[in-house]
């Protein structure tokens, strides 16, 4: 039986699942390999989770791939990881469009060779007006960036008398962060052992459910990934209400209703 038959009300599930692929060095470094060999070794779980993924019709999946702060590795590893991102990039995009998945790259592109950015528009261009899953790439990314690149543009808007300071809200710049146009992430799940989040999704992960595995990224299996559905659906989301108000929510009555 398939996990995805666990899982068999639709409702209960996280709508945008977020993943930090954490313990590819270390699986390697376990092995007596170079760390870029779990890299690659790992991109055979991004394949599973995007299948996984596809499979419960998320909306959106969204993977931690590069950091702002992996510059500080070893250069032979960034470069080798830059390499791996445009194989990939050139070996998966088709598949993705065949099955109807909208690849996204958020980040800091300019960070980027020439080479490897043409290759992230033309992927994003081909995915563009797919319907399925959203699987976005976080690569050159960073949450303070993406805040701060947030508040650059609602100050050139004021600067520009698009908008009137009292009008920077909380919901103008959420319009302007990274994955603006989807809905917030429901699920973080954390490989390799880790409790913490590292810069990711500062402002998305406000009402997350954290998961954290001690499973290694490239060991991270349709099975992993089930696991944590399996606990995001036994937890109750209140979102600043008490357990009472929500279930009082979910049963229609109100919160203010205690009949």
Same mark, same amino acid.
């Given at each position: 039986?398939?996990? %995805? ?5 639709? %409702? ?6 977020a ?15 170079f760390r ?5 070794a *790992? ?6 989770a995007?299948?996984?993924a596809?499979?419960l ?23 080798a990881?830059?390499?791996?991102? !445009? ?10 469009h ?8 958020? *980040?800091e ?5 020439e080479?490897?950015?043409r ?6 261009a081909l995915?563009a007006?797919?319907?399925?899953l959203?699987?976005? !790439?976080?690569?050159?990314y ?13 100050a050139?808007?004021?600067a520009? *008398?698009?908008l ?5 809200t ?6 302007l962060?990274?994955?603006a146009?989807? %809905? ?9 052992g ?8 500062l402002w ?8 954290? %595995? ?14 944590? !559905? ?5 937890r ?9 108000? !929500?279930r ?7 919160i203010?209703?205690?009949?």
């Amino acid at each position: 039986m398939p996990a %995805t038959a666990a899982f068999d009300d639709p %409702t209960q599930l996280p709508r945008h699942v977020a993943i930090i692929m954490d313990g590819n060095g270390r699986w390697a470094e376990q092995r007596g390999k170079f760390r870029v060999s779990g890299h690659k070794a *790992g991109v055979k779980s991004v394949r599973a989770a995007v299948s996984f993924a596809h499979q419960l019709k998320l909306d959106a999946l969204t993977l931690f791939a590069f950091s702002s702060e992996n510059w500080r590795r070893p250069e032979d590893e960034v470069s080798a990881l830059m390499s791996l991102f !445009i194989a990939v990039l050139g070996s998966e995009v088709r598949k993705l469009h065949r099955n109807n998945i909208r690849l996204r790259v958020i *980040g800091e592109h300019r960070g980027f060779s020439e080479h490897l950015q043409r290759k992230i528009a033309d992927a994003e261009a081909l995915t563009a007006a797919n319907t399925g899953l959203t699987l976005n !790439i976080a690569a050159n990314y960073g949450g303070r960036w993406d805040i701060t690149q947030a508040c650059r543009r609602a100050a050139e808007q004021v600067a520009a *008398g698009e908008l009137n300071p009292a009008d920077i809200t909380e919901h103008h710049l959420g319009s302007l962060m990274s994955m603006a146009d989807l %809905t917030e992430v429901d699920l973080l799940i954390r490989t390799g052992g880790e409790q913490r989040i590292s810069n990711f999704l500062l402002w998305q992960l406000a009402y997350a459910e954290l998961h954290f %595995t001690p499973v290694l990224w490239p060991d991270f299996d349709e099975a992993a990934f089930s696991e944590a !559905i399996a606990a995001f659906v036994g937890r109750e989301r209140r979102f600043g209400c008490t357990g009472e108000q !929500i279930r009082a929510l979910a049963e229609g009555r109100g919160i203010g209703n205690r009949d």
